[in-house]
Nanobody
Framework: QVQLTESGGGLVQAGDSLRLSCAAS????????MGWFRQAPGKEREFVAV???????IYADSVKDRFTISTDNAKVSLWLQMNSLKLEDTAVYYC???????????????WGRGTQVTVSV
């Protein structure tokens, strides 16, 4: 079992920055992929970014060049630096862990409870 706890969400204005954190505990390991997903009201959960077990980073087109995913070597901490935030970035953000990675939420076995990010004008 892996426990994930997100933090750092909040209310910001468009154009601002925010840094999300995710703390992992339990049976963690550096051989996992760790990702960020988000879900806006009335929409399906969507992929944001992932960092593979070997450090490869992949981003959704909608956040590329604005968001940066990072982790420590032990994969017990995961971060998402979000710059130039837009209204459409408003969502609950979740961190998740997978043995395979990728953009499919179904590939992720463990999830946090999420942290709300609200971007206003």
């Amino acid at each position: 079992q892996v426990q994930l706890t997100e933090s750092g969400g909040g209310l910001v204005q468009a154009g601002d920055s925010l840094r999300l954190s995710c703390a992992a505990s339990g049976r963690t390991g550096s051989n996992y992929a760790m990702g960020w997903f988000r879900q806006a009201p009335g929409k399906e959960r969507e992929f944001v970014a992932v960092i593979s077990w070997d450090g490869v980073k992949i981003y959704a087109d909608s956040v590329k060049d604005r968001f940066t995913i990072s982790t420590d070597n032990a994969k017990v901490s995961l971060w998402l630096q979000m710059n130039s935030l837009k209204l459409e970035d408003t969502a609950v953000y979740y961190c998740a862990v997978s043995r395979t990675g990728g953009s499919d939420p179904g590939a992720y076995s463990f999830w946090g409870r999420g942290t709300q990010v609200t971007v206003s004008v």
